[in-house]
């Protein structure tokens, strides 16, 4: 764990742990998310995470742990915390049969917002989600991403300084997908806490200053992107050929090679330095060997996922880094 003092985190867990009936879900887990950073929670379905985020956001008690969020103490004044936090749950809190105005200004009411306060933080959050035109409609006529987007918005409602977000891009197209990214990276730069969970290792990557891997009711590894990455090898530099006489040749020549006869494509393990690269290359004219494409592939989370889970249920997201 870092130096961050606890006043300085906006979320802290100790030991927390879950079990419903004899089944252990949660096994004594350790959190810090450093107030004004994003946290990511990264594991596949029924790892455990929307129970980490119900236990956080006071919704369902843990069975053990201390917990502390917004520097309030969970077991001890959970009205506070629930004074900090908001919450975008993995299924949507948006009421169909109402328009996505009304939805937001049912949500001013719960937080005791005056009539006219309450309007006009509907309409600048509307606004701000790109909701306006579509305000008057009922949400049952939304898109997954204007839904989530409503979701969002409707959480922002009470200015929390904390936000829990479960799978905010499970099941949306990649181009909402990615206006969800720019959400979230624009609640941060406003200095919001934001605990996200995800099933896609690009996400926590593009997303996250940490990132922690939940596996078997445990934390497999936490640490920020790059960190994660250098607990497992896998680099390598990927030569594809056209020509199998080639390849056959390049695939003789080069002993330490992992050989992929079907794709005609050679991998070789690297760092993907410089230094590396410049060995490779020169290792490559030496044995007269031209390949008719060359890849660098730097350990991605998928690589960390794999050595650490053996799990082999999360979608393979091929990242080749062409340098
Ligand atoms: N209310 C409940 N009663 C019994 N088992 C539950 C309950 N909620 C979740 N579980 C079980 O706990 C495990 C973790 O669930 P969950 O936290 O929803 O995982 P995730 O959000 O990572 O997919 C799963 O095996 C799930 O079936
Ligand atoms: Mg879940």
Redo the contacts with the bound molecule.
Sequence with gaps: MTSTTSHSLGIAAKGLRKA??D?T?LDGIDLAVPAGTVFALL??????????V?ILSTLIAADAGELRVGGHDLAVDPQAVRAAIGVTG?FSAVDGLITGEENMLLMADLHHLPRKEGRRVAAELLARFDLTEAAKKPASTYSGGMKRRLDIAMTLVGSPRIIFL??PTTGLDPRSRHTMWGIIRTLVADGVTVFL?TQYLDEADELADRIAV?NDGRIAAEGSAEELKRLVPGGHVRLRFSDPAAYQSAATALREVTRDDEALSLQIPSDGSQRELRAVLDWLDAAGIEADELTVHTPDLDDVFFALTGDSKIPHQAKENVR
């Design positions: 419903y009936g089944k879900v594991g596949p379905n029924g790892a455990g995470k929307t129970t980490a119900k993995q479960d799978e969970t939940l």
